[in-house]
């Protein structure tokens, strides 16, 4: 069974950085968009950033753009996500998915597979 696990989360203070990580097993997801979705207490789950399989494509969130880059290492079957100048807003709880599609897609529902999440908290 398909398995996504994300880690990296943690505490950081306004303008720091993180390094989220999400392993992947149970199957290969090389040829499957992958994505980072954000969900903070009180709202709904927000779609970050996707990265295509062959990592030729990346698509982000106006929240996000210019701060976070999606990666993605096949041969690990790895797909990171590298948080900068983070905000108090930025503060949610982290999910990695894969896409049922190829194409770069922001709704959640074109995603499948989803992980168990991992907190960030960005403090003053």
């Known amino acids: 069974q398909a398995q996504l696990v994300e880690s990296g989360g943690g505490l950081v203070q306004t303008g720091g950085s993180l390094r989220l990580s999400c392993a992947a097993s149970?199957?290969?997801?090389?040829?499957?968009?992958m994505g980072w979705f954000r969900q903070a207490p009180g709202k709904e789950r927000e779609f970050v950033a996707a990265i295509s399989g062959s990592s030729s494509g990346r698509l982000y969130s106006d929240a996000v753009k210019g701060r976070f880059t999606i990666s993605r290492d096949n041969a690990k079957n790895t797909v990171y996500l590298q948080m900068s100048s983070l905000k108090l807003e930025d503060t949610a709880v982290y999910y990695c998915a894969a896409s049922n599609f190829r194409q770069l897609l922001a709704p959640s529902s074109a995603y499948g597979s989803w992980g168990q999440g991992t907190q960030v908290t960005v403090s003053s």
């Open positions: 149970g199957r290969t997801f090389s040829d499957n968009t």
